[in-house]
């Protein structure tokens, strides 16, 4: 099934000084010539970390209502946002100027989560509906996706790509975690908790390791080339689990109290389920978490109140940042750090 109504910026493609008659679209020359954002650092040193803001990254043509979701293309450059007006954009972000390469119109379909898989040759969009919606980045067309619901599923809001995007993982009905494969779309397991499954990570590069986290603060980590659980334990002072992340040998809960734990990945695996770090700096709930490239930095925020934005660098001291926020994402070399609002 097409998508309906799929908007081009003429701004974008001028600047991008792409032809129309080579027949190649912003996004295809963008995608070309873009290289993720280099860092000469491997280790974060101590002291004082220098951010400097940005303009706007959707300041060329704003949202029209919360953004939901932002997300960086593997090549650096291309950032997309999603959210309640039911579009999905895409921006060329520079820092300096940045430039709107192309919109998707979904027709009553609210964006609860958008993400570039697949290498980041397709945008996936996800809402409080039996369906999807994949864009194809390179030619921009749009397609309804229903091949995953089977007619049992109302909702596929909460989903995450592996690292390599060659895999889906969906938080679905009745604690239900659905995995697929992001080429087909098609179901390859179905994992169960006992308790409603609230959100899903994955954990290694290798695309075999995932971890759920329930609403009773019961956290699950799978493997799934057996398709079981191999450890669970309950997240230390949890009352309602809202959130998890992970990076590299760090994973991440965040619950409903304000409180986030961050495990070591090696110590859970031996047994031990205390976390190394818990911060306690914001008083309601954890609505987005992420780490960055190489988990030398932690971002954390919470909807509900002002300055509600939080990060952890590595000797996991806790700075912030002013400002409500919905989602946030990072380059893939640490270059920007993206939030809505």
């Known amino acids: 099934v097409d998508c309906p109504a799929r908007e081009a910026s003429a701004t974008a493609t001028k600047t991008l000084d ?9 996004i295809q020359s963008l995608l070309r010539i873009a290289n993720p954002h280099p860092t000469n650092s491997k280790v974060l040193t101590s002291g004082t970390i220098d951010i400097v803001r940005r303009p706007d990254a959707n300041g060329a043509q704003l949202s029209k209502a919360v953004v939901q979701s932002v997300n960086y293309h593997p090549a650096g ?3 997309l946002t999603g959210g309640f007006d039911k ?11 940045n430039v709107m390469v192309h919109t998707v119109f979904l027709p009553n379909f609210p964006v609860y989560h958008a993400e570039y898989i697949l290498g980041g040759d397709q945008i996936l969009a996800s809402s409080r509906r039996p369906f999807l ?3 194809d980045v390179a030619s921009e067309s749009c397609s309804k996706m229903t091949t ?20 889906l993982a969906f938080a679905v009905d009745n604690g239900g975690i659905l995995v697929a494969a992001a080429y087909s779309k098609q179901e390859i397991a179905f994992l169960k908790m006992r308790s409603p499954c609230i959100s899903v990570a994955f954990t290694e590069t290798d695309d075999h390791h995932l971890v ?38 760090f994973l991440a809960c965040g619950s409903d109290s304000g409180i986030v734990n961050i495990y070591d990945l090696d110590e859970l695996a031996g047994g031990l389920s205390k976390p190394i770090k818990t911060v306690g700096n914001l008083t309601t709930s954890i609505h987005s978490m992420t780490f960055n490239h190489d988990a030398e930095l932690f971002a954390f925020s919470s909807f ?32 920007f750090f993206t939030r809505s609002q």
């Open 212 to 249: 759920s986290y329930g609403v009773d603060g019961l956290v699950c980590l799978w493997d799934l080339r057996t398709k079981k659980c191999f450890r669970k334990f309950s997240d230390e002072g949890c009352v309602r689990g809202k959130v998890v992340s992970s990076r590299g040998k």
């Open 133 to 135: 919606y994949q864009i």
């Open 304 to 335: 509900a109140s002002k300055n509600s934005v939080r990060y952890v660098d590595s000797p996991l001291r806790v700075r912030e940042i002013v400002g409500l926020s919905y989602s946030r994402d990072v380059t893939i070399h640490s270059g």
């Open 148 to 167: 995953l619901s089977g007619g049992t599923q109302r909702s596929f809001e909460s989903f995450t790509a592996s690292p390599t995007g060659k895999t």
């Open 18 to 26: 792409v032809s129309e008659a080579e027949g190649e679209s912003a």
């Open 87 to 97: 579009r999905v954009r895409q921006f060329r972000v520079t820092g300096p100027q």
């Open 77 to 79: 450059e291309l950032l």
